[in-house]
């Protein structure tokens, strides 16, 4: 009985600690062909709990992989990259934290001032 509960401990502990992104805000620059990626992430520790990961896609094709190594806020995430991108496409940005979270969020190409 305790080796059970032993490893339902260790099964479980993994999943109370991850701390995905709260909230994700996209915005696409079309004519300087930048996304700017704000995400609402609380870190207690910013050498510990933070953004480590983005992978962004653009109609799908994942187009480029970004690795983080601290993250310059407490309570966010922030990242300007640069994607080429059309009025109509759809573009995918994914978010991993160190400890094990995850968060997606999309938005598709408008004209500006749409």
Known sequence: MKRILFILFFLFIPVSFATPPLSISLSYDLAQGTLHVEA???SFNLD???VRLMNV???DAQISTLN???QKD???FTDDVPVTAQVG???KVELFCT???TMSKEITVVKPGE
């Open 40 to 42: 609402a992430h609380p």
């Open 48 to 50: 510990k709990s933070y």
């Open 57 to 59: 896609y653009v109609n």
């Open 68 to 70: 983080y190594f601290r």
């Open 74 to 76: 407490y309570d966010k």
């Open 89 to 91: 496409d759809t573009i």
């Open 99 to 101: 400890l094990g979270g």
